[in-house]
Every structure is written in structure tokens, then in C-alpha cells.
């Protein structure tokens, strides 16, 4: 079975620039989560979606993030505008089930905004 | 709310030598306990995991074991090789309220050298 699919793997933007990450979960997965590890502090949880819907947005930083789930398969992550904070690794995952076990990682986006 | 400690790195071993990463929590609730690795290049991976106190997670010849009464998880293998390096996470999970959300550590590198 195909993984978590991430992509691009390495995007470098200039600060005000837009950029969209985009993850595909394993064809089935429900759950879809994302994460983000700046500057090599801990991976902290941006949100999760059950299918198309956002289940928990909690950790979304500001309004300049937007995600979205088409019809409840791949997700999209958009920054606009990009800010020098916003560098660091996008980590999405998906599950089957609730619950963290069954999670699978992608190899996740690598962000430079300079 | 939850935190998770662990130690800081790089760790640089010798091939052969014995490997201990510090893995202290703090939850709401009774959570569950991760160890997630991320080789070179890759996404993160489940390492092992304990979901009650005093049970014991193992793959791969690393070793966990999940401490109530230190709140802690600390990860162990007797003889590092290689291969074993790369930046590893702890992680937990209080499944009652947050639909499988993962509270991760900052991460430990560790670099085996030959």
C-alpha cells in the first residue's frame, strides 16, 4: 500500500510570498492530521481533519494558515503571507481509526521563508 | 495540559555502546506513551509504544517502559549500531479527548559513529 505522500519535500519562499503544501493520506484514511517542528523544537499538532471536516483546528497559528480537504482525500496547507516564523517541517499523517496508534507519517515539507 | 521532556542532543556514541534517552510527561488524564524515530530523509516512524503503567514497549532491541509514579518513559537499547542514527521523539496521547492528538517532545538526535 502507498504511504502518507508529501509534497513539494523542500519549498524556499520569500516572506510575503503564498505557498501550498499538500499531503495524501492513505486511500481510506478518515483521519488526517497536520504537525509542524520549527527550528528544531518539539513537533507541535496544527489540526485534524474526519474526512472533509475539521475535527480540531486548535494549534493553527493565525488566520494566515488555511487548510482544506477536497472531498475528504488529499489536504492542503496554505500560507499566505508567508512570514520568517513559518520555517521549518510540515508532517502530516493519516489514520484508519481514532486514536494515535494506526498513525502514518509522511516524509513531511521542509519550509524556508527568507 | 501536556508537556513532554526529553532530553536534549546530539547524543554521539560509539558503535557497541549502550543508549539512554531521558522521556519525562506531564497529562491530563491517563495517557498514552510513544518513541518515534526519524531516519535521514524519511517521515516519522512508531518506534514502540505502552498504553498502562508499568508495560513495557520494545522493537527493534529498544526498550521503554512506561513509569507512573516518575512519569516517565525513558527509551533504552543495550548496543547501538549505525543504522540507529537519527532524531528521536517521545510522544503521548490522551485518547479520552483528543481523537488520537499527539503531544510530542522537542527531540534527541543521536549519531552513532563506527
Known amino acids: 500500500e502507498a504511504g502518507v505522500t508529501q509534497f513539494p519535500s523542500h519549498s524556499v519562499i520569500e516572506k510575503g510570498q503564498t505557498v501550498t503544501l499538500r499531503c495524501d493520506p492513505i486511500?481510506?484514511?478518515?483521519?488526517l492530521y497536520w504537525y509542524r517542528r520549527v527550528m528544531g523544537k518539539e513537533i507541535k499538532f496544527l489540526l485534524h481533519?474526519?474526512?472533509?471536516?475539521?475535527?480540531?483546528e486548535s494549534g493553527m497559528p493565525n488566520n494566515r494558515f488555511l487548510a482544506e480537504r477536497t472531498g475528504g482525500t488529499y489536504s492542503t496547507l496554505k500560507v499566505q503571507p508567508a512570514e520568517l516564523e513559518d520555517s521549518g517541517v510540515y508532517f502530516c499523517?493519516?489514520?484508519?481509526?481514532?486514536?494515535?496508534?494506526?498513525?502514518?507519517f509522511g516524509s513531511g515539507t521542509r519550509l524556508t521563508v527568507v | 495540559g501536556n508537556s513532554v521532556t526529553q532530553m536534549e542532543g546530539p547524543v554521539t556514541l560509539s558503535e557497541e555502546a549502550f543508549l539512554t534517552i531521558n522521556c519525562t510527561y506531564t497529562?491530563?488524564?491517563?495517557?498514552?506513551l510513544f518513541w518515534y524515530v526519524q531516519y535521514p530523509g524519511e517521515g516519522l516512524q512508531l518506534l514502540l509504544k505502552a498504553t498502562k503503567a508499568d508495560d513495557k514497549g520494545s522493537n527493534k532491541g529498544f526498550e521503554a517502559t512506561y513509569r507512573k509514579e516518575t512519569t516517565s518513559f525513558h527509551l533504552e537499547k543495550g548496543s547501538v549500531q549505525v543504522s540507529d542514527s537519527a532524531v528521536y521523539f517521545c510522544a503521548l496521547s490522551v485518547a479520552r479527548d483528543s481523537w488520537g492528538k499527539l503531544q510530542f517532545g522537542a527531540g534527541t538526535q543521536v549519531v552513532v559513529t563506527p
Open positions: 486511500s481510506g484514511h478518515d483521519n
Open positions: 481533519f474526519v474526512k472533509e471536516s475539521k475535527q480540531d
Open positions: 497529562a491530563t488524564g491517563y495517557p498514552s
Open positions: 499523517a493519516s489514520s484508519q481509526g481514532r486514536g494515535s496508534y494506526g498513525y502514518t
